[in-house]
């Protein structure tokens, strides 16, 4: 099933970064009070619902629904960093790019583009984030907003679970 599959993935790329995220620490710090996996598995669920962690896939899904929205069906790179001029020009966010540690693509975001053009390739959201992908590293950079604007795995974990049939 498509959606057990995405969810496989996106859980384990959340849950299991090292320790060093929010969702991991949490699971790891109630599972060394001796409860279940369950409840450890619940915990961590539970912390990827805030804004600076979890939530952030979300901003980034309606950031890649508001290109699509704006550029039209079938996407193009041309319609898409027009749409990333114009979104600068009017000061408005580009979601889901640049990272304070990574100074390269998020692996995991390498993974999840992968696996939905595996899966969804035809999927207008599929579509419009890969072109996100190409487009915004160079326009982020020409306009000197990021200086490792690469994509990170919010920019398309919230596409993933959408296409794979959780909205």
């Known amino acids: ?11 384990v790329f959340n849950f299991d970064h090292g320790g060093g995220n929010l969702s991991a620490f949490v699971g790891k710090t109630v599972a060394s009070g001796l409860e279940n996996m369950y409840g450890s598995l619940a915990a961590s669920m539970t912390a990827l619902a805030g804004p600076k ?13 508001s290109v699509l929205e704006q550029v039209g069906e079938n996407p193009t790179a ?36 992968q696996y ?31 200086a490792d604007p690469h994509p990170n795995i919010e920019a398309i974990t919230g596409v993933l679970l959408t296409v794979a049939g959780f909205p």
């Not at 099933?1 to 859980?11: H, K, Q, V, W, Y």
Request: aromatic share 8%; hydrophobic share 40%; proline share 3%.
């Open 53 to 65: 962690h979890g939530r952030a896939n979300q901003e980034c899904l309606q950031f890649v629904r």
């Open 1 to 11: 099933d498509a959606l057990i599959s995405a969810l496989r993935l996106f859980f």
């Open 78 to 113: 041309q319609g898409v960093a027009q749409c990333l001029k114009s979104k600068l020009e009017y000061k408005e966010g580009i979601f889901g790019f640049g990272s304070s540690i990574l100074k390269q693509e998020d692996p995991r975001a390498s993974i999840c583009y």
């Open 116 to 146: 939905c053009q595996k899966h969804f390739p035809d999927h207008q959201l599929v579509k419009t984030a890969c072109l996100l992908r190409q487009e915004a590293p160079r326009i982020l950079k020409e306009n000197a907003i990021l």
